[in-house]
């Protein structure tokens, strides 16, 4: 027998189901027989998911528009040859956001020009005065004190990011503010900024004023009657197709080993032979399953709450934004997603207007309350018209999702990582909880690029 055919003979055994394990699943099926798909919920996919009313108009469970990663062959495994007729293609997206009393319709930047006119100066000043940031820092108030100076991370960086984090950014990690605030600033006019973005100092710290400026040739993609659901059921499809097997619902209560992983083993006592493991899902998770002693503390860290509300209204949004997000500290909103501005040609909407508000916490949210207070800071912050009335209304609660990010939670996740890292060589860890990558093109190029390796080994 050669040795292809030995190692078609070997099963892998991927544990989680967000976008790393999907497409994980979907390349080792080149090498292994048998790949098997175990998620601890009944559906994969993670937050990739929509809810769907009586009308049948569906809403995300965040904001999730699709983009091309620039990698071909992976593009082509994820979007297909060809995008069906039930996708729109997008050159840019329309994102905004809401600082200062003031919805940018225009950039998702967070304006400095929205500070008292002296401020916004002596800010411009001391940012001008900048020059290249370090590679490294202790914090986020190190990092961002040295790239925007003082008094832009006093007046806007912290105030805004205190709003999320409810930490000081001094204990926060670098970095981290990419989680929630773009990593630009507006500041000047239009003119000035192209003319300093030419400069390799400032390109990184101001953005253009205008979406439309300064745009990637990656194209967006999303539903064009449906929620992002679909896609994740195109991919179990896929999935399904190329013979992977989907264990749902369980999750692995143990791990066998002698000197490398030879057994899985799922709360309901079935145990999987194991070639090689692919785990997506916290670390800390994978050295309990092994009954490891980890040198780092472990446990699930403090997350923020989602509270989701979903709206259908009866009139028109006032803003043509796809979405956009509140850095007021005054308000609790989040992140608003304005389905029917994506969705101009869905006639099956018939002059409904379906957006999602998110509110995020470290507390399980009052729903009631919450929902009647953003339905108000909706007309305050320009978005909806004051005689907007509501035709339908649903809210709920997701809990587990962003993990906050402070430097001694990711101290202690790089530890536990390398520590499980340092046990056995057929195991390789994928996804956000390694800590390496939080954006999904991120996600996706770093588990590609991984798998391929392994595969070609």
């Known amino acids: 027998m050669t040795a292809l055919k030995k190692n078609l003979m070997k099963t892998a055994i991927v544990v989680g189901s967000g976008l790393a394990g999907i497409l994980s699943a979907i390349l080792l099926k080149r090498k292994f027989n048998e790949v098997y798909l175990i998620e601890k919920e009944s559906e994969l996919g993670g937050l990739l998911k929509s809810y769907r009313n009586g009308d049948g ?79 490294n820092y202790e914090n986020l108030e190190e990092q961002l ?13 912290q105030p805004a990011l205190q709003k999320f984090f409810r930490h000081s ?27 300093l973005k030419k400069s390799a100092v400032f390109d990184g710290k101001l953005g253009f004023h205008s979406y439309q400026e300064g745009l990637s040739s990656s194209k967006n993609y999303y539903p064009k009657y449906r929620g992002i659901g679909l896609w994740i059921e195109e991919l179990t499809e896929k999935l399904e197709q190329l013979g992977v097997k989907i264990i749902a619902g369980q ?15 799922l709360e309901d006592g079935t145990r999987f032979s194991c070639d090689q493991l692919i785990w997506t899902v916290p670390v800390f ?25 979903h709206f259908v209204l009866d009139q028109p949004f006032l803003t043509d934004l796809y979405y956009f997000r509140c850095y007021d500290p005054g308000l609790i909103t989040f992140r608003v997603t304005l389905y029917a501005n994506v969705r101009k040609s869905d006639t099956s909407l018939n002059s409904q207007y379906p957006l999602t508000l998110e509110v995020l916490s470290q507390q ?11 339905f108000e800071e909706l007309k305050k912050m320009g978005v909806i018209s004051t005689i907007s009335k509501v035709l339908f209304q649903h809210s709920e609660i997701v809990q587990g999702g962003f993990p906050v990010p402070t430097d001694q939670f990711i101290q202690n996740s790089k ?43």
């Open 169 to 195: 950014l001094g204990e926060i990690a670098p970095n981290a503010n990419h989680l929630f605030i773009p990593s630009r600033l507006l500041g000047f006019n239009p003119e000035t900024t192209r003319e």
């Open 364 to 374: 399980v949210q009052d729903l009631k309350t919450d929902s009647q207070t953003v």
């Open 57 to 135: 108009i569906e809403f995300d469970y965040g904001t999730h528009f699709l983009r091309d990663t620039g990698n071909r062959e992976l593009d082509t495994l994820l979007f297909g040859q060809n995008l069906s007729d039930n996708w729109l293609v997008l050159d840019f997206l329309k994102a905004g956001n809401f600082f200062g009393g003031q919805l940018n319709e225009h950039s998702p930047f967070i304006d400095s020009s929205c500070l008292p006119e002296e401020i916004y100066q002596k800010g411009m000043m001391e940012l001008l005065g900048l020059g290249f940031p370090k590679e």
């Open 145 to 157: 004190r040295d790239s925007f100076g003082y008094i832009l991370t006093e007046r806007i960086f």
């Open 251 to 265: 999750s692995v209560s143990e791990i066998l080993y002698n000197n490398y992983i030879n057994s899985v083993v």
């Open 415 to 457: 530890s536990q990582l390398e520590f499980a890292k340092t046990h056995f060589s057929n195991v390789l860890f994928l996804g956000k909880s390694t800590g390496s990558s939080w954006f999904m093109h991120e996600v996706l190029l770093e588990s590609y690029s991984a798998i391929m390796e392994l595969l070609d080994s």
């Open 285 to 309: 998770l994978f050295n309990k399953a092994c009954k490891f002693t980890s040198p780092a503390p472990s446990g699930p860290p403090t997350r923020l709450i989602s509270g989701l509300h």
